[in-house]
């Protein structure tokens, strides 16, 4: 495993996050899912065992029961690295979504954001966190008052580094800017970020160089799409088995064809699909001149085995040219826009 600064910061994480957005699935609809607590913490740990020191999660992660589990990746999370130094780790996580049915459990206020940096710190048995992230705009609350609970959390040494994710790109700026005249220290940037989905690279790309921020690439192969066990159908207990979405927003007919030239692309490689697409990646943050880390999920030991792998594929400018000539033919069926931050009035 390979080690580098995250942005411009002394911080050293692994060239692979490990994120626990799925841990545990507790349910596949009715059905009990396979995924269980024990589970979630073996791969953990076999993750750490393999050289990654950077694992994301975030308070609403749940295993998909909405909100009663809320909080049950964070705890899973804190029992798989108990027993460990916990110095040798590098933990992020993210508060916006809802944890309580009852007001001031959602959102980016300074009253949930004190709460739950308490609540997680608790879930995880730890002391701190060291990148804390809003998960997602708050249009209702100003920024100032955020970045306000922000610095008390890092003056209280509960986070010791802090992030965005999925922020429009102009607010990202005004809140680097904010952040700095405020004494703390605004490094990360949470993207959803692929081979097939690219649309942070022309303004985030600038950001991350601009700004010295680091961007965590998630969902990096795609939800399990950029490998080949799509190509033939959905696999019983799949992630498309049962998030709906994943079909819609890849997996349409047109689509298939070009996952299959990707994959034929990755075998004279003498590499997997998924091996190839973290590569690409990784070489594309090298020629662009950006601090990425993508950010994996696994729900076997074989896929982190597969895709830690990814760090031994040598890739040349012409593969990252090739690849994207290939992978420009594919339709993401997929329209989020930013929610776009308030500024306080005074
Ligand atoms: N900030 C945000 O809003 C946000 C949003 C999303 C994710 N994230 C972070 O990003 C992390 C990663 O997201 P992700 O899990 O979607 O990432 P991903 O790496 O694109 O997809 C991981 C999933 O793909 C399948 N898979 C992985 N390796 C495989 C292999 N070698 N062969 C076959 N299947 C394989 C597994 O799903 P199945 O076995 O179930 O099919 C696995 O859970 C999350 O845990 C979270 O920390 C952040």
Redesign the pocket.
């Known amino acids: 495993m390979n080690y580098k600064k995250f942005g411009d910061s002394g911080l050293s994480v692994s060239s692979l996050c490990f ?4 841990f545990p ?1 507790l349910q596949h609809g009715k059905i009990p899912y396979w995924v269980d607590r024990e589970l979630s913490i073996k791969i953990i740990r076999k993750a750490y065992d393999m050289g990654i020191n950077f694992f ?3 308070n609403v ?1 749940n295993g998909s029961i909405y909100p009663e589990n809320a909080g049950l990746s964070e705890r899973v999370l804190g029992e798989a690295i108990n027993g460990y130094n916990r110095e040798s780790f590098v933990i992020s996580t ?1 508060f916006m979504g809802r944890m309580e049915k009852f007001p001031n459990a959602s959102g980016l206020s300074k009253k949930y954001l004190m709460w739950q940096i308490n609540e997680s710190l608790k879930r995880m048995n730890l002391d701190y966190v060291d990148i804390l ?1 809003m ?2 705009p708050d249009p209702e609350t100003p920024i100032e008052e955020s970045l306000n609970a922000f610095k008390i959390i890092n003056d209280q040494g509960k986070a010791l580094y802090f992030g965005e ?2 922020f429009h790109p102009d607010d990202v700026k005004d809140i680097v800017i904010l952040s700095k005249s405020m004494g703390i220290k605004m490094l990360s940037m ?1 993207e ?1 970020y ?1 081979l097939l989905e690219r649309e942070i690279e022309p303004e985030k790309f600038a950001i991350s160089r601009n700004y010295g921020m680091g961007i965590m690439a ?7 799409v ?2 080949d ?1 799509y190509l033939n159908g959905t696999p019983e ?4 088995s049962f998030v709906s979405e994943i079909k819609e927003r890849y997996l349409t007919e047109g689509n298939i064809p070009i996952l299959n030239a990707l994959n034929e692309y990755a075998k004279n490689k003498g590499a ?1 699909l ?1 091996q190839m697409s973290l590569a690409w990646m990784i070489k594309k943050a090298e020629i662009e001149k950006v601090s990425i880390i ?7 030991i ?2 982190l085995e ?2 830690i792998a990814a760090l031994d594929i040598k890739m040349n400018e012409n593969d990252i040219h090739e690849i994207e000539m290939i992978a420009s033919e594919f339709r993401i069926n997929w329209d989020s826009p930013y929610n776009r931050i308030k500024h306080s009035i005074s």
Do not use: M
């Open positions: 994120g626990t957005w799925h699935v994301d999660t975030a992660y993210k992230h998960h997602r994710s999925y949470q959803p692929n998630y969902i990096p192969i795609a939800q399990g950029l490998t066990k207990l799949s992630r498309a997997t998924s993508p950010v994996i999920g696994a729900t076997k074989e896929h597969d895709n």
